[in-house]
């Protein structure tokens, strides 16, 4: 993919939120993100996260081809408004504005280009404790197949999204052991799901990524209710 002369509005995804961390009960949780976008209402907001070192081209270019199945869910539900996060090169780590359409979304996606260099899943989970201490964050989609840092500093930030109300789905591509075990931790630690996938079932992907997107703008409920198969395999695995 050929990069666009401008790249996407977008801020550095550096430090850690100084908000004090607060953690609510699980259930009044479910019930403040089911009411998100409730009578058109605001809707639900998610970070969607991905590794962009060089490896990661194609499916980057794929998740810029399916994401907006996130947005079409959750629309029947209540509306979805989604930051785009990645990484890639010598630390360059960036967050965008959130938007709330695929079609901007997709926008900021295909202003980017995957560059060489070593992961930095940290400035992403900072990012995600810095927006859900701002405002609820239902849900952090990561997107990734490495994990070249220390693991008990990404735990550790888990563990503050955790508290702050925000579940961590890790898709995991390929089968690299150190990056799964990592995936998983996170996963565990936030109530989230770790998804492994293979980019070249991009119909799973496609089915996962609207749950998810059904899940941010409805909560638990909202997923119940859709009845679908991707939903299901979800709800197997996220824990009250």
Not at 133 to 141: C, H, I, K, N, Y
Not at 168 to 189: C, K, N, S, T, Y
Request: hydrophobic content about 45%.
């Amino acid at each position: 993919m050929t990069k666009r002369p401008h790249s996407p509005p977008a801020t550095q995804a550096d430090g850690v939120g100084k908000a004090p961390a607060t953690r609510p009960e699980i259930a009044d949780f479910v019930a403040k993100v089911a009411a998100l976008g409730r009578g058109g209402q605001q809707g639900g907001r998610l970070v969607f996260a991905l590794d962009a070192t060089l490896s990661r081209q194609p499916t980057w270019d794929l998740a810029c081809g399916l994401q907006s199945e996130m947005f079409d869910a959750a629309a029947k539900v209540g509306g979805l408004d989604v930051s785009l996060v990645y990484f890639r090169g010598n630390g360059e780590a960036r967050a965008s504005r959130f938007v709330s359409d695929a079609a901007g979304l997709t926008r900021l996606m295909t202003g980017i280009a995957c560059r060489g260099g070593m992961t930095q899943i940290a400035r992403v989970l900072e990012h995600a404790g810095r927006e859900a201490a701002r405002r609820p964050l239902a849900a952090l989609v990561y997107v990734g197949d490495a994990m070249e840092e220390d693991v008990d500093r990404l735990c550790a930030l888990a563990g503050t999204l955790a508290m702050r109300g925000t579940r961590a789905f890790m898709f995991h591509e390929g089968r690299d052991p150190v990056a799964g075990q990592a995936f998983r931790e996170i996963a565990r630690l936030t109530r989230g799901v770790y998804l492994p996938f293979d980019a070249r079932a991009a119909g799973e992907l496609r089915a996962l990524l609207a749950a998810i997107g059904t899940y941010a703008a409805g909560g638990r409920p909202a997923l119940e209710a859709s009845g679908t198969g991707a939903a299901r395999r979800l709800l197997a695995d996220l824990r009250p």
